[in-house]
């Protein structure tokens, strides 16, 4: 059964900490999302990927947070320092899509719960 | 840009009665996609059925089919012989077909939805 994995699932930290949430698409997706969830805000694109290149992050605190992959299996978002209005579930999502081939669909993840205390 | 609402925050119906979902987008694209996604409270975001904007047959999952209105920009979730597994947020996305740096996809705010025994 092909899923999203994320982690960690939980993580509670300090005021100027760093956070690192880590991310596993589905295998074959070439195309992967971060998104946040927060009750003022709701679910808001911090970035994405295609093919491992940044296609977007306009949504993201460029400051503070950065997206990368270092391979085709491994996403991860950073948060450096970490502050409380950071705290949100933090989702990643893969699909697969092309220009020839098409493709719908984004999968998501458990989500990274982060508090910042 | 793409905007996508949802004009209920909160449903509530009993237990095996049908209930409907509203959800209304703005866009001048002619092709796209529409979601709804199913957020119980595990937080887990659950793909629950898929609109392709240039069908015109309306897509059904089981219990759960839409209404699909192309030139009112309305994309409606029915939901027919309720659960108790239902209750869950509820929400409606819009996403642009596959060309390059196009595939996010755009969350309206969200319906919670009660299912009462």
């Known amino acids: 059964d092909a899923r999203v994995t994320q982690t960690p699932r939980h993580k509670v930290t300090e005021m100027g900490q760093e956070v690192t949430m880590r991310c596993q698409p589905i295998l074959g997706h070439n195309t992967v999302f971060w998104y946040r969830q927060t009750m003022m805000q709701g679910l808001e694109l911090l970035a994405y990927f295609r093919n491992r290149a940044p296609l977007d992050d306009s949504g993201m605190p460029k400051d503070r947070f950065s997206a990368e992959m270092p391979d085709a299996t491994l996403a991860t978002l950073k948060i450096q320092p970490s502050e409380p209005r950071d705290s949100a579930v933090y989702f990643c999502a893969s699909g697969f899509f092309s220009f020839l081939a098409g493709g719908n669909t984004i999968y998501f993840g458990e989500g990274s719960w982060l508090t910042v205390v | 840009a793409q905007t996508v609402t949802q004009s209920q925050p909160e449903m509530s119906v009993q237990e095996a009665e049908t209930v409907t979902l509203s959800c209304t987008y703005d866009?001048?694209?002619?092709?796209?996609?529409l979601f709804w996604y199913k957020q119980p409270p595990s937080r887990q975001m659950i793909l629950v059925i898929r609109q392709e904007a240039y069908k015109q047959q309306n897509a059904t999952e089981n219990r759960f089919s839409v209404n699909f209105q192309k030139a009112a920009k309305s994309f409606s979730l029915k939901i027919s012989d309720s659960q108790l597994g239902d209750t869950a947020m509820y929400f409606c996305?819009?996403?642009?077909?596959?060309?390059?740096?196009?595939?996010?996809?755009?969350f309206g705010q969200g319906t919670r939805l009660t299912i009462n025994p």
């Open positions: 866009t001048s694209e002619n092709n796209y996609y």
């Open positions: 996305a819009f996403m642009k077909p596959p060309i390059q740096g196009a595939q996010k996809l755009v």
